[in-house]
């Protein structure tokens, strides 16, 4: 848990009373690699901050799953449209490793935010974060060639990349893997 005050003072200093009331929200759960944290369909109850592991959100297709994101330990995640509507999820968020996740439920959230004196700003940052993610993730895609989008994923996550398989590395930077095979292969 001391992970994630350190992520939240990053931001916003925390007071021991402000701490103890968000913290006392969370809740530990742990997920086998190649679970369904949240399948499509369902909704969103929790914001989740990984402790260990790597989180993958996809659009499943009968043939192939589309990759469109991932989430690497220290860092908050969710299904972060369907949290805010609370309406069912148009994707699947899966752990492709196993994973230990913090998470707090939506109304638990909530009331963080009415009785905290920094409980909207955490909350503002957590979005602000997720925001310049897919922001990011946006641009690379209109702008970026897939050399480029794979370069990048390595030097953000350069140690925890290893861990996902190549199929799913190559459908976030938008190529086939045989495709990513030979990008590999001429970075070398």
């Known amino acids: 848990m001391e992970q994630i005050r350190k992520f939240l003072n990053g931001f916003v200093m925390l007071n021991d009373e402000d701490w103890n009331v968000f913290s006392s929200k969370l809740r530990r759960v742990s997920f086998p690699k190649k679970t369904l944290i949240l399948e499509k369909g369902k909704k969103e109850k929790h914001l989740s901050f990984i402790e ?13 799953d589309f990759t469109f994101a991932f989430a690497f330990e220290n860092t908050f995640f969710s299904a972060y449209d369907a949290f805010l509507t609370q309406k069912p999820c148009q994707y699947n968020v899966e752990a492709i490793t196993d994973c230990v996740l913090w998470q ?3 109304e638990k959230l909530e009331e963080v935010y009415d009785s905290t004196s920094v409980g909207d700003r955490i909350g503002r940052k957590i979005a602000e974060e997720l925001f310049l993610k897919k922001t990011r993730r946006e641009m690379s895609l209109l702008e970026d060639n897939a050399t480029q989008r794979y370069l990048d994923l390595l030097s953000e996550q350069p140690l ?12 976030y930077i938008g190529i086939r893997p045989q495709s990513l095979s030979r990008i590999r292969k001429a970075i070398k």
């Open 52 to 64: 260990k592991g790597i989180v993958r959100f996809n659009i499943p297709r009968p043939d192939y």
């Open 104 to 106: 707090i439920a939506y």
């Open 160 to 171: 925890l990349i290893r861990y996902i398989p190549q199929k799913y590395l190559a459908s």
